[in-house]
Structures are given as structure tokens and as C-alpha cells.
């Protein structure tokens, strides 16, 4: 789930691949703004087939935060 | 078409008249498909099926003994909610919306406060209502949105609609409102760190939906993708949607903004300058791919208008957008103001200003202070007279922001007067507020909250004693960790993402107040 994040993290923030680590922040670390992010979830909603909460998405902060609640939800 | 309404009733009334069956709003819902899968389809409500739900849930309000009282609508953006506030408006009783993302402690305080005797809710803010039921004693009444809900007592919203309907012809007569009556009661941060209630007006609210000839075209789609309880959303979108016969798209989810705009093809969309820069940054990404074919891909062929209020908006976006074909109209309001104070619209534009005046509206520069009077100016603040007299002055309000007017009639700003800090998604907070609540902990002897590069950062001098008392070896890390519990129960737009530690206290003024600035 992580590499498939990171796949999709690059084409909404400039940061190399290799610089994306699980315990990244997204905001603090990555450079989204809360409306990027709201997007970005909203295209892996796509990717996976997955329908993701709001309210949950607002308490993700890091990669791996969302990587296992991606991974919960597709489970 | 655009014609000038003094009651939010007259309004919704002249619009059914005119637009009746055609489409009010849509929206989407979730069901079954042939193969058992779940499906997202596109239902409509028309202007007659809006006007005679909202008529019925007004009747209903008055057969609970409701009419004249205040009561909360709490949720996301959807027809309930829709019905549920001209129900509320239309029949003499004062609305109050409240900010779905508020955590259910602060929600219940407003709703003390701003006494609410009936709560309408859906079902993701079940839990607020469950426990504004055992803390707010004036609260008679909890309406849920769905059927089925475990809150204990509460009414089915729909149900209510549908009885009042079946005998709305034997019932009392409701009584209208008028220009001068209380429709509505909205929540705004305040620099004193507690949030105001601003009382608007059926004229207050009317008016500034009406007054201005936007040149949209009934049938216009527009694409509803902010919060409700703001007065932007609620005035631009809604009451200024319906007025001229647009079809009110509901977006459902921050999330699905792109998608939606797929499925609902809108003509315009209002937004907060944050989404502006988001698809910027998306059609700047593309650049290789011709402007028509991008534009098309992204927003429709169709697509136009963007209106952008709440915040600053860099003028270059305004450039960008203009090269696919889409006008972005930047204007300038406050909740006080009902609250468009001025826009640009395509009849008169100026880049880098915030457009003219509302015809309803009177601009006059006071030491550099941007101050308006007019039908749209609030009442007060609701039990709050000293605030109220600060605001206003001999009908006057002072806005807190700075600015001036240029020899057309073009409206610019400068700057704020206020420390309120303005986030990009138009979003206020007030830095006090946020600084009180870390105060509280022992290990932070003072604190500062300031927008940084357009994140919130907080500046923080230790109460070293203490650190050393406690044997806390790690200063930074204990006080982060407390910002991270801070954030934990905080909205994402009050959230603190910037961390910077002292080694010597503030600068004070004579008053023994931190300098700000």
C-alpha cells in the first residue's frame, strides 16, 4: 500500500520518491495544503475502489497513518 | 433576470413562481445496482417540491410550538438541510447553522448560548445531539435528518414534512416574516478567542443575495462545494442560486471534488482561494496539453466561472484561469455584511481589486479602515452589546480591514487591522483562542500563534522551572508533544503545524501584553 501511495503522492507535491518515508507528514513534510490532500484521497478513492470518511481522512497525518487506513478499508 | 427580495420567504416564493419545475437542486445518492454492486445515481428536487417541503416543515415547527424560536441546523450540505433552513426562515423562526466540524463540547456551547430550543441534525452529528440533549436544558426538541435514528426522542425530519403536509389546509395560518425580522443566527471566530453570533436579517440576507445583477442565466449549474454554514455558501450559492433559477449542484464530499464536477458538468462553482491554487497547480502541471483540450478534461467544456471570496487571492490565478477561458471574480465580505461588501462581476472587473460596492451597499474609508453601511449591516451580536457597539457605529460597520477605493469606484485592500488570521481556505482564526488553550498547560509559560508561510506556527517561551522540576530533558519534544494533543481535538483549519521554542521571554508592551507584531 505504501508504494502504491507514494506513486500518487509525486504527482500532486514535488518531492522525489526516494524522500517520501513512512513517517512523513503530509502538510508539515510534503508541502499539501488540505485541499491537496482532499484530492489526492479522492483519486485513490478511485484507484482502490475504496469510499474513504472525511472526518477520518482529516486525522491522517502521515503516509503510514494513511497507508493502513487505506489498507483497512480495501481489506 | 434579478429582481431585489426584502424576506428570504419572498424570495424562495417569486423563485418557485417563475422556476417551478425545473430543478432546484441535485444531488447524489448510493444504491443498489443490477449486478448488486453499489451505485452512485443523480436525483432532483424541483422548485415546487422545495418551496412545498420547506412550507410543510415550517407548519411543523409551528405544530411543535416552535415558530418565533431559534433552531440549529447541523450537517453537511444536502437537501434536508436545504428544507430544513427555509422551513425554519419561512416561517417566522431564526435559523441558526452551526460548523459541522466543531467538536461536540463547543457545539453544545453555541447552542446554549445562541438559545436553541430544537436541533436538526444528520446522522454523522448524531452524537453531538445525543449529548446536547443531556447538556442543553432549553433544547426541547432533536430532528434527525435519517430515518432510524437512536438518538433518544428524536423526531424524523421527513416524517414531520410529510404529516404537516397531509393536513397542512386544517392548520393555523403561519405567519410570514418581514424584512426586519431575525432569520438567522451565524457563528463567527471573534479576536476576544470566543466565537460571536451574528444577527442577520430576512432584508440583511435577501437583500445582499439579490441587489446585485450577477448576469446568471436561469437554469446556470453551479456546484455547491463549501461548507453551508458559511455565509458565503448560504447567500452566494443558495440564496442567490435560487433567486435566478439555477440548478444547485451538491458536492458531497471534499474528497470528490474533481469527480463531481465530471459527473454534475457545472457552469460556475464558488470557492475559497486554497481550491483556486490547488487546480492551478493542476492545469500548470499539464502545460504540454493544449488549453482547450485541459480545461475540457478538468472542469467541462461548459465550465466558465469561478467566484472567489473568504481569502486573498494571488491576481495571477486570475491571469492563468482567463488563458482556459474561465473568469474568476474575486469579492470581499464578512459574515457582519450577509456578506458580500463588494465583487467584481463581468459587467465592471479590475484585477488586483475586490470590486465595487453592492448597490446596497455604502463604502467609506475611515483612517485607511474600510467601513460599510447599508441594508445588508447585521443587527449586533447576538447578547453580546459590547462587542456589537465595537463593530458598529451610527450604523456603520467597521470592518477590521484595510483599504481604498480608486477614482472608478474599485475596491482594494491592503491589509487587516485585526490580528484575526485569515487562513487560505478562508477559514478565521483567532490566534488568542488557540494561545489560551496552550497556556493552560503548566511546561508553556507564554505563546504566540501567527500564520507563517500560510500554515499556523506557534512560538512558545518554556517555563524552564518547571521543565526542570518535572525533569523534562527534552524541551521541544514535550512541547510538541503537547501541540499534537492540542491538534488531536482541533478542527484541520485551527490546527498548529509549525513549532518554534524561545530561549527568552516575549516583548511586552506597557499593558504587559505581548507585542505581536
Not at chain 2, 475586490?354 to 467601513?371: K, L, S, T
Not at chain 2, 443587527?379 to 459590547?386: C, I, T
Request: net charge negative; hydrophobic share 40%.
Amino acid at each position: 500500500m505504501f508504494e502504491e501511495l507514494v506513486e500518487i503522492i509525486v504527482n500532486y507535491v514535488e518531492v522525489r520518491k526516494e524522500d517520501i518515508k513512512p513517517e512523513s507528514r503530509f502538510m508539515e513534510d510534503l508541502g499539501f495544503t488540505s485541499f491537496d490532500f482532499m484530492s489526492m484521497l479522492g483519486e485513490v478513492e478511485d484507484t482502490l475502489d475504496v469510499e474513504i470518511d472525511q472526518e477520518k481522512a482529516a486525522n491522517i497525518r502521515t503516509v503510514q497513518e494513511a497507508a493502513d487506513y487505506l489498507a483497512e478499508l480495501s481489506r | 433576470m434579478n429582481e431585489l427580495r426584502s424576506t428570504i420567504y419572498e424570495l424562495l416564493e417569486k423563485a418557485e413562481e417563475a422556476y417551478g419545475p425545473r430543478d432546484a437542486i441535485r444531488y447524489k445518492v448510493k444504491r443498489a445496482g443490477e449486478n448488486g454492486k453499489r451505485e452512485t445515481a443523480v436525483e432532483a428536487r424541483t422548485y415546487t417540491q422545495l418551496k412545498n417541503d420547506s412550507g410543510n416543515f415550517g407548519q411543523a415547527l409551528l405544530d411543535l410550538g416552535q415558530q418565533g424560536k431559534h433552531i440549529a441546523v447541523l450537517g453537511a450540505t444536502s437537501y434536508s438541510w436545504i428544507t430544513a433552513y427555509f422551513g425554519i426562515v419561512g416561517s417566522g423562526s431564526v435559523a441558526v447553522p452551526l460548523d459541522a466540524n466543531l467538536p461536540a463540547e463547543e457545539l453544545c456551547e453555541l447552542l446554549d448560548r445562541a438559545d436553541v430550543t430544537a436541533l436538526v441534525f444528520d446522522e454523522t452529528k448524531a452524537e453531538t445531539a445525543r449529548r446536547a440533549r443531556e447538556q442543553c436544558p432549553k433544547l426541547a426538541y432533536c430532528i434527525a435528518m435519517e430515518e432510524g435514528s437512536d438518538v433518544p426522542g428524536a423526531l424524523f425530519f421527513w416524517k414531520l414534512v410529510e404529516e404537516a403536509g397531509r393536513k397542512a389546509a386544517a392548520s393555523q395560518e403561519i405567519l410570514r416574516p418581514r424584512p426586519e425580522d431575525l432569520a438567522t443566527i451565524m457563528f463567527t471566530s471573534g479576536t476576544t478567542g470566543k466565537s460571536k453570533g451574528v444577527m442577520l436579517t430576512h432584508q440583511n440576507l435577501a437583500e445582499n443575495a439579490t441587489a446585485l445583477d450577477m448576469g446568471y442565466e436561469p437554469g446556470t449549474v453551479l456546484m455547491s462545494v463549501l461548507p453551508i454554514h458559511h455565509a458565503y455558501c448560504l447567500s452566494m450559492d443558495i440564496l442567490k442560486g435560487l433567486s435566478v433559477g439555477a440548478v444547485i449542484c451538491i458536492n458531497d464530499s471534499l474528497l470528490r471534488v474533481a469527480k463531481n464536477i465530471k459527473l454534475f458538468e457545472p457552469d460556475m462553482i464558488l470557492m475559497v482561494p486554497l481550491m483556486v491554487e490547488t487546480l492551478a497547480k493542476k492545469l500548470e502541471d499539464a502545460s504540454l496539453i493544449p488549453a482547450p483540450i485541459l480545461k475540457a478534461k478538468v472542469f467541462g467544456r461548459q465550465f466558465h466561472t469561478i467566484c472567489s471570496g473568504g481569502a486573498y487571492l494571488n491576481p495571477a490565478y486570475i491571469d492563468l484561469f482567463k488563458r482556459f477561458g474561465i473568469t474568476i471574480l474575486q469579492g470581499y465580505g464578512m459574515t457582519e455584511c450577509a456578506p458580500v461588501i463588494s465583487t467584481n462581476c463581468k459587467s465592471a472587473s479590475r484585477p488586483g481589486s475586490i470590486g465595487r460596492p453592492m448597490p446596497n451597499c455604502q463604502v467609506q474609508i475611515v483612517e485607511e479602515e474600510i467601513w460599510v453601511k447599508g441594508s445588508s449591516v447585521m443587527q449586533g451580536y447576538y447578547k453580546m452589546p459590547e462587542e456589537t457597539a465595537e463593530a458598529l457605529e451610527d450604523g456603520w460597520l467597521k470592518t477590521g480591514d484595510l483599504g481604498y477605493i480608486d477614482q472608478d469606484g474599485f475596491l482594494f485592500l491592503t491589509g487587516r487591522k485585526k490580528n484575526l488570521i485569515i487562513t487560505k481556505n478562508g477559514e478565521n482564526v483567532s490566534p488568542e483562542e488557540i494561545e489560551n488553550k496552550l497556556s493552560k498547560e503548566r511546561l508553556v509559560a507564554e505563546v504566540l500563534v501567527r500564520d507563517t508561510d500560510g500554515v499556523l506556527e506557534a512560538e512558545i517561551f518554556p517555563d524552564l522551572e518547571y521543565a526542570a522540576k518535572k525533569r523534562i530533558k527534552d524541551v521541544p519534544a514535550a512541547l510538541q508533544k503537547l501541540i499534537d494533543q492540542y491538534n488531536e481535538g482541533a478542527p484541520l483549519y485551527k490546527r498548529i503545524y509549525g513549532l518554534k521554542v524561545r530561549e527568552v521571554e516575549f516583548e511586552k508592551n506597557t499593558t504587559r501584553k505581548i507585542k505581536r507584531f
